[in-house]
């Protein structure tokens, strides 16, 4: 490490408040809406036609397929989401090699670890550099310098979700990789790195805390006011039939991440599909959508990503 970013890591430290690593289950109450449903009955917007879904976006990416694609390469990045606001992709890391230090600088970067082993360095977190393998969930806040670095003998695969439009910010120490019509420039900056809230974990190691009991599970990984994702987990249950249409939202287009077992889904248009742990599903805007715990897994898990606190869900009214 430079002098340079030496002192450039050791302000950062100084200017942030401790996440801790340990935290899982806690609850913050700010922009959290009152549980339950709304009172009496609304005229909600929805698409006339389906909202398409255009490359790379489409209902399932499934893992298997795309290491197949990928295969002899150790270093690779597929597009998996691609909406107004946030995208992902999946990434490999061949083993031995390290992402230059970078940050983001407006909003926080998550990323899931389907295989592998990466150390994970986040500056200015009050949390030691740590090896994140299958299952973790890593969560690196808004301006805080962090690096990748494959410490396995095989390539490291993850899912990385950002917002939309998020580019790298390198220290000066590094060489920015070029971005296509944007010219980076040396400057100075403010404010500081963010000081996250205390019940957003740095990371969540799910096969040992939430995977180790025969119990659900429905609870926060790291929210803000313009990021959520939640932990869902439940017993294998019967597949309901096509008439239960489950719910769209207005403005905005839902992903998950398969943690467990078998997440069964029904989306307006899409014959229902079952999935595996690392698949990647999505609803796109104004769908109809029902997602469950197909009955295939005793256990299964979804990690849905969403790009507001809980964003409201209609139900079609029955029963009239």
């Known amino acids: 490490m430079s002098i340079k970013y030496g002192l450039a890591a050791a302000a950062i430290l100084a200017l942030c408040i401790p996440a801790y690593a340990q935290f899982l289950g806690k609850s913050a109450d700010d922009q959290i809406p009152a549980g339950g449903r709304m009172e009496g009955q609304y005229w909600v917007p929805k698409p006339s036609q389906l909202t398409p879904y255009t ?69 200015g977190v009050g949390v030691e550099p740590f090896t994140a393998t299958k299952g973790f969930m890593v969560n690196v806040p808004f301006r805080h310098v962090f690096t990748l670095e494959n410490t396995g003998t095989t390539p490291a695969v993850y899912f990385e979700v950002r917002q939309t439009d998020a580019v790298p910010v390198y220290p000066a120490s590094e060489t920015p990789d070029p971005v296509r019509g944007l010219t980076y420039t040396k400057v100075t900056s403010t404010p500081g790195p963010a000081k996250d809230r205390s019940n957003n974990p740095v990371y969540v190691d799910f096969y040992k805390q939430v995977a180790n009991t025969d119990r659900a599970y429905s609870d926060k990984f790291v929210w803000d006011d313009h990021f959520t994702s939640n932990i869902l987990r439940g017993r ?48 796109a805007q104004g769908r109809w959508h029902r997602a469950g715990f197909d009955p295939s897994a005793p256990w299964s898990t979804r990690i849905p990503v969403n790009p507001r606190p809980p964003i409201m869900h209609n139900f079609e009214i029955t029963g009239d």
Not at 271 to 281: A, L, M, V
């Open 55 to 123: 490359a790379p976006n489409k209902p399932v990416w499934r893992i298997k397929e795309i290491i197949a694609a990928q295969k002899g390469k150790t270093d690779w990045v597929q597009p998996i989401v691609r909406n107004k606001d946030q995208e992902c992709d999946y990434k490999s890391i061949g083993p031995g090699k390290k992402t230059k230090a970078m940050f983001y600088s407006d909003d926080r970067m998550v990323f899931f670890v389907y295989d592998g082993s990466l150390k994970v360095s986040i500056y």
């Open 236 to 283: 294998g249950a019967p597949v309901p039939p096509d008439t239960n249409k489950g719910h769209f939202h207005v403005g905005w287009t839902e992903f998950w991440y398969v943690m467990e077992g078998s997440i069964g889904i029904k989306i307006e248009g899409v014959p229902y599909f079952k999935t595996e742990f690392g698949d990647i599903i999505t609803a």
